[in-house]
């Protein structure tokens, strides 16, 4: 939709309220012919338990894939990121950043298992670090690199250092979520409130433990387990060549079925912009600013037009806002 940013003025400062208007938009139209396709098979006798399934994971499939795309290009494409998302996905992450730098040089064609192509610094050194002998880390020598130096030296095992990430996370979670989910009930402060505050802090501070936790073990299962076994001719190369991270982008985003249906699709609506901010630029030539206002403008109009007409067709705590605003 948007070409890349030539010399002359720029654009672009506006594309997150953009593509946030774009999702609302979309969201809006897949759900009405979802409900007339809806209407259609029940009034026809036709409608199946496998189209309930998917509705009731529409949002944690829009969400998984949102999320895989951000994860995806915090590995390959950081730059597509806002800075803020950077560093909170790295935080969260907890991984050496020389693991990162493998991966990308992996992807590049620098770091080859079987060949010396002057890479065995790379890891060599975190592997003196962490106190494993230098050679794991070394591409010529060690073919794959062991799961244990992803662990971080403490444990072969891949379901004690998944474990290990899961309580982290959760932790670093729950510190953040609790104060936020009391400061919510302030207004009636009593024990129950108080209660509610530590059971949503523990879901969804679970969540993000289970999130982290999945990346983690997906990625060791598929390489070192799983992979190799029903896929005995595929070289280590392939798997550590993008792959692995692929298969735990993907399936790392349905730890959000942990969270209650409405958090679901809040979630949704959150990641999918800055899902679609990867996709395109963020700078642009100004020739081309047109086509954002086009955009931006058309999803506008079928977000109030939703709302005059059903308001229940705009979603969320946005559409509750919004149905009160024009109320």
């Known amino acids: 939709m948007l070409n890349i940013k030539n010399a002359g003025p720029s654009a672009g400062r506006t594309l997150d309220l953009t593509l ?14 979802w409900s007339r396709r809806k209407a259609r098979r029940v009034r026809t006798g036709r409608w199946t338990g496998i189209d309930d399934s998917l509705e009731g994971i529409a949002d944690a499939m829009a969400f998984s894939l949102a999320s895989g795309s ?3 290009a915090w590995f390959y494409r950081p730059e597509q990121l806002p800075r803020t998302y950077n560093k909170w996905i790295t935080d969260m992450a907890e991984i050496d950043s020389r693991i990162i730098s493998a991966l990308r040089r992996i992807r590049s064609g620098e770091f080859v298992y ?3 192509t002057g890479q065995a610094d790379l890891l060599g050194s975190l592997c003196k670090d962490v106190g494993l002998p230098e050679v794991l880390g070394d591409p010529a020598q060690t073919v794959p690199v ?19 990430r899961f309580w982290r996370s959760w ?7 609790l104060p936020l989910n009391i400061l919510v009930r302030l207004r009636r402060p009593n024990v129950r409130s108080f209660v509610q505050a530590l059971l949503q802090s523990a879901r969804s501070s679970a969540f993000l433990g289970a999130f982290v936790a999945i990346f983690y073990y997906s990625v060791c299962l598929t390489r070192t387990r799983v992979g190799p076994v029903l896929f005995p001719k595929v070289s280590p190369m392939v798997w550590d060549n993008q792959l692995i991270v692929k298969i735990g982008c993907l399936l ?12 679901r699709s809040e979630m949704s609506f959150f990641v999918a912009p800055r899902a679609l901010g990867v996709i395109l630029p963020r700078e642009y030539s100004k020739v081309y600013q047109w086509r954002e206002t086009v955009a931006f403008a058309l999803s506008f109009a079928i977000v109030m037009t939703a709302i005059r007409e059903n308001k229940a067709r705009v979603r969320g705590v946005f559409g509750r806002l919004l149905g009160g605003i024009t109320a």
Do not use: Q
């Open 171 to 177: 932790k670093a979670a729950f510190l953040m979520y």
């Open 114 to 116: 079987g060949n010396n």
């Open 20 to 33: 946030f208007a774009v999702t609302r938009a979309l969201d809006v139209v897949i759900g009405v012919l």
């Open 252 to 263: 790392c985003g349905w730890s959000v079925l942990i969270e209650s249906p409405p958090r």
């Open 146 to 164: 062991p799961c244990k130096l992803v662990h971080g030296g403490w444990t072969d095992s891949c379901e004690k250092h998944a474990a290990w």
């Open 70 to 72: 951000i994860m995806f």
